[in-house]
């Protein structure tokens, strides 16, 4: 039995309705597979069921996904969705396509610099901090326009949109709520940046609020390759 196949059709078909109930197209929806703590054979299976986005949270892991795949699948697009650390921004700048996690600008100075010369610009978004002080990640409202100039004028990176991550909330008007600052901002921004078409929101609880919201990615781990085990992460 091949789940990962059935789940991609489902959170796929999930995604249709989600959009169809608001009047959108579901084509303007893209999926990211995150197969964070999953195994290659997992994520084999994803590729094999047609999928070719996937999100990491981990720099070596990741890497060492990219490198396997890399080989026999070089059309695959690999999205850093983690935390980063100032001392692993190489690494990603070397591996990654995207990264969605940059809410500093030392870090975007650094993957820009660490970015190779024949490798395509590295496809950035800002992560925001939807959460106030609960959250200590993203960067605040006040300080994404700054942030987004200073990314403008980096040669190696293409400022393509925003993300976040709301803190988890089971109530669908809640979720709503969290969600809408950052659609505002993004519409805004959207005025005369003509590659800034991205909103990374949505995760496997809240997919449905951040369709409805107007994101343009999902990004989903459980609902694709089941419950995670950080037991033995290295
Ligand atoms: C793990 C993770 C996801 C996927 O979460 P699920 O709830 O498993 O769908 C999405 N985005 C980020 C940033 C993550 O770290």
Redesign the pocket.
């Known amino acids: 039995m091949c789940s990962i196949k059935q789940n991609l059709e489902q959170v796929t078909s999930q995604i249709d309705s989600a959009a169809q109930k608001c009047g959108r197209d579901a084509s303007g929806v893209q999926l990211l597979a995150?197969s964070?703590t999953k195994p290659i054979e997992a994520i084999a299976d994803a590729v094999e069921a047609g999928h070719t986005l996937f999100?990491e949270?981990y720099v070596q892991e990741g890497v060492e996904k990219i490198t396997h795949f890399n080989v026999i699948h070089p059309n695959l697009e690999w999205h850093f969705?983690?935390p980063i650390q100032s001392n692993k921004t190489r690494s990603i700048a070397e591996h990654f396509d995207w990264v969605?996690s940059i809410d500093r600008s030392k870090i975007a100075q650094r993957l820009s610099d660490q970015r190779p010369d024949e490798s395509a610009p590295l496809q950035v978004l800002i992560q925001v901090n939807t959460s106030g002080e609960i959250s200590k990640s993203g960067t605040g409202f006040e300080e994404v326009k700054t942030l987004a100039d200073e990314i403008d004028a980096l040669p190696n990176l293409t400022l393509r949109g925003l993300m976040c991550?709301p803190q988890p909330e089971d109530d669908h008007q809640k979720q709503l709520e969290a969600f809408a600052p950052l659609s505002a901002l993004f519409e805004e921004m959207k005025v005369g940046r003509p590659q800034f078409n991205t909103l990374s929101m949505g995760?496997?609880?809240d997919m449905d609020a951040a369709i409805a919201s107007g994101s343009t990615m999902v990004?989903?781990?459980?609902?694709i390759f089941g419950a995670?085990d950080y037991s033995n992460r290295k």
């Open positions: 995150v964070k999100g949270n969705i983690g969605h991550i995760m496997s609880g990004r989903i781990g459980t609902a995670r």
